[in-house]
């Protein structure tokens, strides 16, 4: 079973910032198995990201994903307040689904 | 629009089952696999299983196999999961997701792309 694991676990950073978050998984797996979403307080998850650099409809272009292998990444260029969120990644195989443990983007 | 109508909120006893409904609208129903993803107080996301609505086939994680039994009812167009010999760990709120897929062989992107609401189950004596 391939393990998705989120770094940092809390990213602390300002209105205006970039941001950067790290998925790492347990082995390589392919770019197109890898999706991104954004989850608020109380709300249910909203996708971001398919196949690892796909934005979803009505997705803006400041957030974007890219990687490979088994290092993947979630960049916001300029955070905006509805930016601050908790971020999982996602990957499928054969089936089946697995999520990183999460992201918190918290305003600094 | 399309959407995920989920069931209201439980509360149920340890040992009791509880089975949460899932209605899609605004697209056809047997089109995309719906699946399972559930998130205890605090913690993250677990997926639990899915259910192709065509076919009935249903599979799910290794953890839930033999406990979990997802169905669906083509004549309402509705979607069901049922949890079985609860725990006060099972307290969660336990959301439908519709399966995407886009793409071409080999290269298929798999995703859930449109969520419902959820429904939280509270599992206590």
């Known amino acids: 079973e391939i393990v998705l694991t989120q770094s940092p676990g809390t990213l602390s950073l300002s209105p205006g910032e970039r941001a950067t978050l790290s998925c790492r998984a347990s082995?390589?797996?392919?770019?197109?198995?890898l999706a991104w979403y954004q989850q608020k307080l109380g709300q249910a998850p909203r996708l971001l990201i398919y196949g690892a650099t796909n934005r979803a409809t009505g997705i803006p272009d400041r957030i974007s994903g890219g990687g490979s292998g088994t290092d993947f990444t979630l960049t916001i260029s300029r955070l905006e307040p509805e930016d601050f969120a908790v971020y999982y990644c996602q990957h499928h195989d054969t089936s089946s689904y697995s999520f990183g443990q999460g992201t918190r983007l918290e305003i600094k | 629009q399309v959407q995920l109508v989920q069931s209201g909120a439980e509360v149920k006893k340890p040992g009791a089952s509880v089975k949460v409904s899932c209605k899609p609208s605004g697209y056809t129903f047997t089109g995309y696999s719906i699946h399972w993803v559930r998130q205890a107080p605090g913690q993250g996301l677990e997926w639990m299983g899915g259910?192709?609505?065509?076919?009935?086939?249903?599979n799910y994680a290794q953890k839930f196999q033999g406990w979990v039994t997802m169905t669906r009812d083509a004549s309402s167009s509705t979607v069901f999961m049922e949890l079985s010999r609860l725990k006060s760990e099972d307290t969660a709120v336990y959301y439908c997701?519709?399966?995407?897929?886009?793409?071409?062989?080999?290269?298929?992107?798999?995703?859930?792309?449109?969520w419902g609401k959820g429904t939280t189950v509270t599992v206590s004596s």
């Open positions: 259910i192709s609505p065509k076919t009935g086939g249903a």
């Open positions: 082995q390589t797996i392919s770019s197109s198995s």
């Open positions: 997701a519709r399966e995407g897929v886009r793409g071409a062989p080999p290269n298929y992107f798999y995703y859930m792309d449109v």
